[in-house]
């Protein structure tokens, strides 16, 4: 069992940054893929950004390639999502999750933290 703790959201404008944290129980941290997911209300759940074990591969959706940041640090059991040059529809719930086999579905996670709202004002 793998508790995650997201931390960082709160409300900015538009052009502006924020980073959010994502702290894991487990030192078996550095064994995960680890993801940024984000729902907006009234839409599902969609992917953002993920990283591998290690730290070495990244993969990010189109609508934050160039924007957003996915980082780790597994000494610091953290992983880390830098979020620049906001807009209003980046605003959502984001989430970090935790997967053993990767890939972008949620279904594929099996382990989620409990969300951290970010608002962007236009």
Do not use: H
């Not at 906001?86 to 579905?105: N, R």
């Amino acid at each position: 069992q793998v508790q995650l703790v997201e931390s960082g959201g709160g409300l900015v404008q538009a052009g502006g940054s924020l980073r959010l944290s994502c702290a894991a129980s487990r030192r078996t941290f550095s064994t995960y893929t680890m993801g940024w997911f984000r729902q907006a209300p009234g839409k599902e759940r969609e992917f953002v950004a993920r990283i591998s074990w290690s730290g070495g591969s990244t993969y990010y959706a189109e609508s934050v390639k160039g924007r957003f940041t996915i980082a780790r640090d597994n000494a610091k059991n953290t992983v880390y999502l830098q979020m620049n040059s906001l807009k209003p529809e980046d605003t959502a719930v984001y989430y970090c999750a935790a997967t053993f086999t990767g890939g972008s579905s949620p279904r594929s996670y099996d382990y989620w933290g409990q969300g951290a709202q970010v608002t962007v004002s236009s």
